[in-house]
C-alpha cells in the first residue's frame, strides 16, 4: 500500500481531526482514509443538472406550474 505524507497542517486543524477519531473509537491514521475514501468516493449525483431534468415526466400543462400571486392578505407599503 502506498503512504501519503501531508506538511504544513494546521495545529487546530490536527487536534481537530485527533478528536474526531476518538469520537469514532478509530486511530486517526484511519479516520485520515475513512475522510479520504468518502471524499474521493464516486458521486451518487454522477449525472448533470441537465440529463436530470430531461428525465423528469413530461406531464402537466405550463398552468399547473404557475404560481398565485395572492399573497393571502392585504400588504401596506
Known amino acids: 500500500m ?3 505524507i501531508v506538511q504544513d497542517i494546521e495545529d487546530e486543524l490536527v487536534e481537530e481531526l485527533e478528536l474526531r477519531a476518538s469520537r469514532n473509537g478509530q486511530s486517526a491514521e484511519e479516520e485520515h ?3 479520504l475514501r468518502r471524499a474521493l468516493a464516486p458521486s451518487p449525483f454522477s449525472s448533470s443538472f ?3 431534468l430531461e428525465q423528469m415526466p ?3 400543462t405550463d398552468e399547473d406550474f404557475e404560481r398565485s400571486r395572492d399573497l393571502g392578505r392585504p400588504v401596506d407599503l
Do not use: S
Open 58 to 60: 413530461d406531464v402537466g
Open 2 to 4: 502506498a503512504k501519503l
Open 33 to 35: 482514509r475513512q475522510i
Open 50 to 52: 441537465k440529463e436530470f
